[in-house]
């Protein structure tokens, strides 16, 4: 079978092969603590030394799980580690996209499903716009050398007059983009990997829902308060080290909530599931559910 994802807990199909330490990892990406991930690591492995036993069914992870961590708790990330064992079964590669605009936390949730999907490939549409931009000069190709939501300064003075500039520039430079995306996703098809992308520029319904050999999964990441949209910058800030200034972006906030606007409307259009970004851990767990999800409509299917 080709290896699509490096999975971070291998699963058989009756029982998972054991390490403490595995395990505790395996807890921790399906959502539980990691105080109560590693105790209930130990207390598996205590009960495999009694048993005398080298593998745990997942019949007595239930048993365990649900005296450890409590009997909600402890079914639903047995359910999960089920889930995910399924998913690694699919025997495809995954494409996640997860779209929003500047200041919605996609970096941050992309780089988490990933890892917790055991994904090693993460790329970001700003990266291919950056590549595209060494090779197509500002003349040829003016709005990817311009932000987002300032790819309408790219546009001819004509072209700026007609209907909405900053959506007009927005969706200019967002069509420029996707033939790098388009290809990158091919290629990750091509060679069988599995891959999250993040960006503004994946824009509902520009993209294919279906791709077939893959499972493709999309989501848009929204910020509907506008102060904590504004308090993201300050915190991107700190972590890019003023490599990302806040000021670009604050004084630019109406106009990129004029971008998230237009996103907003384009997939409650394309039926794109939309995810309010107001806590990491909740907004990571519906990205991995939508994987999860779409991975048991291909099962069906199949």
């Known amino acids: 079978m080709t290896q699509h994802r490096h999975n971070p807990f291998p699963l058989g199909d009756e029982s998972l092969p054991y390490s403490k330490g595995l395990m505790a990892r395996a807890l921790i990406a399906v959502g539980v603590g990691g105080v109560r991930a590693y105790e209930l690591a130990r207390q598996v492995e205590i009960d495999l030394a009694k048993r005398d036993e080298r593998t745990v069914e997942l019949e007595r992870l239930h048993e365990l799980a649900v005296e450890i961590l ?47 999907l055991g994904i090693t490939r993460l790329s970001s549409t700003d990266f291919i716009r950056q590549t595209m931009r060494a090779f197509f000069s500002e003349e040829f190709m003016p709005t990817i050398h311009h932000s987002s939501f300032k790819a309408w300064e790219a546009l001819p003075e004509a072209e700026r007059e ?75 800030d700190l972590a890019t080290e003023g490599v990302r200034p806040v000021e670009k972006y604050l004084q630019n906030l109406g ?41 048991e409509r291909l099962q069906k299917v199949k």
């Open 70 to 116: 409590g009997p909600v708790e402890g079914h639903e990330a047995v359910e999960r580690l089920r889930r995910y064992r399924d998913l690694d079964q699919l025997d495809m590669p995954v494409i996640l996209l997860i779209g929003g605009a500047t200041g919605t936390g996609k970096t941050t949730i992309a780089a988490e499903s990933a890892h917790r």
């Open 162 to 236: 007609e209907g909405d500039p900053l959506i007009r520039g927005f969706l200019q430079q967002t069509k420029n983009v996707l033939v790098g995306v388009r290809a990158s996703i091919e290629r990750a098809i091509e060679e069988g990997w599995s891959m999250v992308l993040e960006g503004v520029h994946l824009v509902p319904g520009m993209l294919p829902s279906e791709i077939e050999g893959a499972l493709v999964v999309q989501s848009l990441l929204v910020v509907y308060n506008e102060e904590v949209h504004a308090s993201n910058f300050f915190v991107r």
């Open 255 to 295: 106009e990129i909530r004029q971008v998230q606007d237009f996103l907003l409307k384009r997939a409650r259009k394309s039926g794109v599931p939309v995810i309010e970004n107001e806590n990491v851990d909740r907004t990571v767990g519906a990205v991995i559910e939508l994987v999860l999800e779409g991975a």
